[in-house]
């Protein structure tokens, strides 16, 4: 332990005297090894210390780590806001491997705020199909040390509840033989209280990749039980998961959201 903590703090020391950048020229992104992490930090002329942590999907089997995490870096750095890619292990038969990686991102992100110029107030999470469930998760579970300032959801899988859930994620998460209980434990719109973070849930009403019935009906159940004003929703176009960066969606994100 005291090894890798030497490793980080030579990395954090060569990091802050090698980069001799202007006010307005971007850090380059640097790794940080098992589980992965990949931080992305905004210029220091732009940054506004906020961070988000973005925990990409793949069923609980693989991740889509670039359309789901690397690709979106340069818009959120263009908004001064940091962002940190999450490679979390795949559960395997054991449920708590992605979670406690994301809760250890969380709180290495806030151990780093002074190195990073981060506020430790202002560290989201964002999730993308499965990752969607990892992040919200974190957000309904994790103890408050932990526990993100806000969520971004993007066609998250929310429930567990084997009538509307993508049972991929579901079988690799908890199980084939999950009992009820573990079901309604990782059915996080059971989860929410008066705790869990605001929430931002982008979904299309005829995805095919989680049931149409069950994504939308467990997305609007778990905005509800936030209890939070939502921003004006944005319908996505047909059939959005996983398309957020690719054609016809990328026209989409200029016109509609005005996102480059």
């Known amino acids: 332990m005291k090894q ?69 870096a340069p818009y959120f750095n263009k908004q001064g806001i940091a962002l940190i890619v999450l490679k979390y292990r795949m559960p395997k038969g054991d449920r708590t491997l992605p979670i406690s990686d994301a809760e250890a991102a969380m709180k290495m992100v806030r151990d780093s705020a002074d190195v990073w110029n981060l506020n430790p107030n202002d560290i989201g999470i964002m999730g993308s199909s499965a990752g969607g469930h990892l992040a919200s998760t974190i957000a309904t579970h994790a103890p408050e ?31 084939k033989d999950a009992s009820a209980d573990l079901e309604k434990e990782f059915s996080n719109e059971k989860q929410v209280t008066k705790e869990t973070p605001r929430a931002f849930i982008v979904y ?34 047909p059939d959005a998961d996983g398309l957020l960066f690719r054609s016809p969606y990328l026209s989409y994100r200029r016109t509609r959201l005005g996102n480059p």
Not at 12 to 33: C, M, N, R, W, Y
Not at 145 to 168: C, E, W
């Open 4 to 72: 890798k903590i030497s490793s980080l703090f030579v990395l954090l020391v060569l990091l802050l005297t090698g980069l001799q950048v202007s006010a307005q020229s971007t850090p380059k992104p640097f790794d940080i090894e098992q589980p992965s992490l990949r931080v992305f930090l905004p210029a220091p002329g732009l940054a506004t210390g906020r961070a988000v942590v973005a925990c990409p999907g793949g069923g609980y089997s693989g991740l889509a780590v670039n359309h789901e995490g690397y690709d979106w």
């Open 204 to 237: 299309s009403d005829d995805d095919k990749v989680v049931p149409p019935g069950g994504l939308p009906s467990s997305c609007r159940m778990y905005v509800s039980s936030c209890h939070q004003i939502c921003a004006p929703a944005h319908p996505l176009p």
């Open 145 to 175: 040390a932990l526990r993100p300032n806000f969520q971004i959801l993007f066609y998250p899988v929310i429930t567990m509840d084997k009538s509307f859930t993508h049972m991929g994620s579901h079988d690799n998460l908890l199980g």
